[in-house]
């Protein structure tokens, strides 16, 4: 066995000690007749917080190829929970009823993850990764409110920890011949999110249902000589000048799976449940 066959270990820890986030919140409902609110009225909850958290992750590179590059790569990742403080108002029949406060929990999160290239040459590359996710959400177990005039709003929650798994692909040429200084990917990949809400705590208002998510996408990126749209170079020597401008497109469809709510701590929402979204992106990247 030669130098060049030698299986390379590469380690490369990275720890994120101030993750700060914002976030805000809506939440419409109609009254049950709870609180003093006539039933059938419109009620609006809405904050806006800012928290902090935690991320780590490790990589490890056991094998590379002859030019050094990865061609397996495995990877872990750790976000801890992070409590958002939210700060709005109470809405009933679209006027301000009361200020409003409570704490949003957001989840610890721990990925695994393995990358695999069966093919990775000058010409071409093909990535097949594999996550899975584990999201605990059993901490959110309630989303109570506290209003300004003394009145609570109790929201039990109640959730339960879950798996993510998704499993994607993708395929690259590298300066094709019928493309030149051009990079082109075609992408596709499918997750498994399972539903972290019991029946009691169902609330319409979110997409509490199993999904399953198909994506396909397409990624052109120019370097070097080439022109993007034919027109722009893709580089220069100028500092102000990018290493090279790109384009992705990606389309997702989230296929829900039905559910039958019974038992809701809401009568009213019991029932049968059916939902898809379709979702299209894209992104312009430039390079320095």
């Known amino acids: 066995m030669t130098s060049a066959e030698l299986p390379l270990i590469a380690l490369k820890p990275t720890i994120a000690y101030k993750f700060l986030g914002e976030g805000h919140v809506e939440q419409k409902q109609i ?3 709870a609180l003093g609110i006539p039933a059938g009225a419109s009620i609006e909850l809405n904050g806006t917080g800012t928290g902090a958290g935690v991320t780590a992750s490790l990589l490890y590179t056991p094998f590379r190829n002859e030019a050094g590059k990865p061609v397996v790569s495995i990877g872990l990742v ?10 709005g108002s109470l809405f009933v029949n679209g006027a301000k009823v009361a200020d409003a406060s409570t704490d949003l929990v957001l989840p610890q999160m721990a990925t695994g993850a393995v990358a695999i290239w069966p093919v ?12 899975v996710e584990y999201v605990g959400w059993s901490l959110n177990r309630h989303l109570d409110v506290r209003l300004s005039n003394g009145a609570p709003i109790p929201q039990s929650q109640q959730w339960k920890n879950v798996p993510v798994i998704a499993v994607g692909t993708e395929y690259k040429w590298l300066n094709p011949r019928w ?8 992408r596709s990949g499918y997750t498994y999110t399972e539903d972290p809400v019991p029946d009691r705590t169902f609330n319409p208002g979110i997409i509490s249902l199993p999904a399953h998510t198909l994506s396909l996408g397409v990624g052109f990126l120019c370097k070097g000589s080439g022109r993007f749209l034919g027109m722009i170079p893709c580089s220069g020597e100028s500092a102000l000048w990018p290493k090279g401008i790109g384009l992705d497109l990606a389309y997702q469809e989230w296929f829900y799976e039905s559910r039958t709510v019974a038992g809701n701590q809401n009568p009213t929402v019991d029932g049968t449940y059916h939902a898809f979204v379709h979702l299209g992106t894209f992104s312009f990247r430039y390079l320095f």
Request: aromatic residues 10%.
């Open 31 to 33: 009254s049950a007749g």
């Open 78 to 87: 750790y976000r801890s929970q992070a409590v958002l403080p939210l700060n």
């Open 120 to 131: 990775r040459s000058a010409e071409r590359e093909w990535k097949v990764e594999l996550d």
């Open 179 to 186: 493309l030149p200084n051009w990079e082109v990917a075609a």
